[in-house]
Nanobody, 124 residues
Framework: QVQLVESGGGLVQAGGSLRLSCAAS????????MGWFRQAPGKEREFVSA????????YYADSVKGRFTISRDNNKDTVYLQMYSLKSEDTAVYYC?????????????????WGQGTQVTVSS
């Protein structure tokens, strides 16, 4: 059974930083892609970033490029999202997700597993 557990959310001032973690269990193959999505109040869930578990190729939404960094620790089966220079518009619930291949990784409906989400609030 696949489980994704996010942590690291919280309240931070604009310009600050946070690191989110996603601990994965039950993933039996390293062809997975791990993604981060976010959903702000009244808005649709949107792609933030993704990383191929094998090889580590990364992908970012334009809105976070240069400010967020995704990484993974194979030994710990954990994916991180380091967020710098946070803005009020980054306020959202952040979700970790996993999909079995490397295709359509920007598309949330293509992801097979989801975590419960962690709240990030950026105060201005």
């Amino acid at each position: 059974q696949v489980q994704l557990v996010e942590s690291g959310g919280g309240l931070v001032q604009a310009g600050g930083s946070l690191r989110l973690s996603c601990a994965a269990s039950g993933l039996s193959t390293y062809t997975y892609t791990m993604g981060w999505f976010r959903q702000a109040p009244g808005k649709e869930r949107e792609f933030v970033s993704a990383i191929r578990w094998s090889g580590g190729r990364t992908y970012y939404a334009d809105s976070v490029k240069g400010r967020f960094t995704i990484s993974r620790d194979n030994n710990k089966d954990t994916v991180y999202l380091q967020m710098y220079s946070l803005k009020s518009e980054d306020t959202a619930v952040y979700y970790c997700a996993a999909k079995r291949d490397y295709k359509n990784l920007y598309t949330l409906h293509d992801y097979d597993y989801w975590g419960q989400g962690t709240q990030v609030t950026v105060s201005s």
